[in-house]
């Protein structure tokens, strides 16, 4: 599934370089956490980073080499959002259409 590797690679890049970056917290020994969850007829990717920042899409000009991460998500997943985690930071998950199956 050429679209999930494309969403995970973005949720953990947005991770990675905004979420560890802007965490107020001392890091943990996993700061960065991917789960990926089969239901029937979907996928959920959800990615777990210790800033409470909401993420925060953006309109990226045509020669800008990043921006665009939050847009291909949308363009690419039935859905997406964020939800504040359990004990600190925040989760954005995406939901995929699985080929071939129904939900």
């Known amino acids: 599934m050429p ?9 953990v890049t947005n991770a990675v370089q905004h979420g560890l970056a802007r965490s107020s917290s ?7 956490w991917l789960g990926l969850f089969r239901y029937p007829g979907v996928v959920v990717c959800a990615v777990t980073d210790p800033s409470g ?12 080499g990043n921006g665009r991460g939050l847009a ?21 998950w995406a939901t995929l259409s699985l080929p071939g199956e129904s939900a």
Request: aromatic share 4%; charged share 25%; hydrophobic share 35%.
């Open 72 to 92: 291909l998500v949308g363009a690419l997943s039935e859905s997406w959002s964020w939800d504040p985690a359990p004990q600190r930071g925040k989760t954005v």
């Open 3 to 11: 679209d999930m590797t494309l969403v995970v690679s973005e949720l």
């Open 26 to 32: 001392p890091p943990s020994e996993n700061p960065v």
């Open 53 to 64: 920042d909401p993420p925060r899409p953006r309109t990226a000009d045509d020669a800008a």
